[in-house]
């Protein structure tokens, strides 16, 4: 099991910074693990910008609070040199580590699954998404609760936890990505608000369509309208193993990407993550990730630079993921683009529940 080095910063200027050497399956384990020593079990990781530097060291940027958690996969011979800290020095751990790996399955404890609730740090439910007039007489559709499978949401094993007396590598200068000014902040706020209205006017379509394949259609292009995308497409998970295949897709490739009937085996690739895992994901240069499952592109011949992944989650149920391709404006999604795309694909996770 790979050794992670996990940096979190303090949630306030009467904390401290904490670094944890972590024995996990992957980084978000390993962050999640960090995150329930600390005691913050109910500050979920959800939308989150990743980038990946040349050391190979992974910058999460968390687009609700704008801090910034930093991890390195360490080499035997850092994790052997790690200057852990000595029993009475060290933070109480919130869980025995047993019963921590026994917790950390999906999003984590005391949090909700139902990611439209947050969108560039801002509290959806404060927003007013329902316009006045006739499009706000349209009642949600009728939530069915499923039966989990937890199949497609693979455990998360967690080995060990030490708290380090410091990095092994020092931190200097700003990691991840800068927040936005105070003023910006207000723009997008502004933006997202009247994003959120016409999405929330426009989803209670997705019924109206003759076909699965109709409305799935529908929701992509909404997403790739919103979020200028080169690409983008739908993907199912197999309620039994999880693994992942294209309903639908948009693009130069997507004819040829639906006629390969490519499975995307379950937890590989960034796609595997997102669904397995539940959180919204968007990298700045997949290249740099060796999490990336170059397989797909390979065989249709289409290159993927950038990324943004959203699962499709409902009721502690993954129902696979929507995706997009290689930005046009820029190199890398923006935060409130990853918010965007995290509530239409949980609006797809409901249409698909429903229609089950």
């Known amino acids: 099991?790979?050794?992670?080095?996990?940096?979190?910063?303090?949630?306030?200027?009467?904390?401290?910074?904490?670094?944890?050497?972590?024995?996990?399956?992957?980084?978000?384990?390993?962050?999640?693990?960090?995150?329930?020593?600390?005691?913050?079990?109910?500050?979920?990781?959800?939308?989150?910008?990743?980038?990946?530097?040349?050391?190979?060291?992974?910058?999460?940027?968390?687009?609700?609070?704008?801090?910034?958690?930093?991890?390195?996969?360490?080499?035997?011979?850092?994790?052997?040199?790690?200057?852990?800290k000595r029993p009475s020095q060290a933070r109480m751990p919130a869980v025995r580590i047993d019963e921590m790996a026994k917790?950390?399955?999906?999003?984590?404890?005391?949090?909700?699954?139902?990611?439209?609730?947050?969108?560039?740090?801002?509290?959806?439910?404060?927003?007013?998404?329902?316009?006045?007039?006739?499009?706000?007489?349209?009642?949600?559709?009728?939530?069915r609760h499923k039966a989990v499978s937890n199949k497609s949401s693979p455990r998360i094993q967690v080995s060990s936890i030490e708290e380090l007396e410091a990095p092994t590598k020092p931190i200097s200068g700003?990691?991840?990505?800068?927040?936005?000014?105070?003023?910006?902040?207000?723009?997008?706020?502004?933006?997202?608000?009247d994003t959120l209205a016409d999405l929330f006017e426009r989803v209670q379509q997705i019924n109206s369509y003759k076909t699965d394949e109709e409305a799935l259609y529908f929701i992509l292009d909404m997403a790739l309208e919103k979020v200028p995308a080169d690409a983008g497409s739908i993907l199912k998970a197999d309620a039994g193993s999880g693994d992942l295949t294209f309903l639908v897709a948009r693009g130069p490739k997507a004819a040829d990407l639906l006629r390969s009937k490519i499975v995307v085996p379950a937890g590989q690739g960034i796609a595997g993550f997102c669904s397995a895992e539940g959180v919204s994901v968007a990298i700045s240069d997949v290249q740099k990730d060796p999490r990336f499952y170059s397989g797909v592109g390979e065989k249709v011949d289409y290159e993927t630079k950038s990324l943004a992944c959203a699962p499709m989650m409902s009721h502690g149920r993954s129902f696979g993921c929507l995706q997009l391709l290689n930005r046009k404006a820029g190199p890398s999604f923006l935060e409130h683009e990853i918010g965007i795309l995290s509530y239409l694909s949980h609006q797809v996770a409901l249409f698909m529940n429903n229609k089950e």
């Open 1 to 84: 099991m790979a050794k992670f080095e996990v940096y979190i910063p303090a949630l306030d200027a009467a904390a401290s910074d904490a670094t944890f050497k972590v024995e996990a399956d992957n980084w978000m384990a390993a962050l999640k693990a960090g995150l329930l020593k600390l005691g913050e079990q109910g500050n979920v990781v959800q939308n989150v910008m990743v980038d990946i530097q040349d050391d190979n060291s992974v910058h999460v940027t968390e687009a609700r609070s704008g801090r910034v958690f930093r991890i390195r996969e360490l080499s035997d011979e850092e994790a052997a040199r790690a200057a852990v």
């Open 174 to 193: 700003v990691i991840g990505r800068p927040r936005s000014s105070p003023e910006r902040q207000r723009e997008l706020k502004q933006q997202i608000e």
């Open 103 to 143: 917790t950390i399955s999906g999003p984590l404890p005391g949090s909700t699954p139902d990611t439209q609730k947050t969108v560039i740090g801002l509290d959806v439910s404060e927003v007013k998404t329902e316009p006045p007039g006739p499009a706000a007489n349209f009642p949600p559709p009728p939530v």
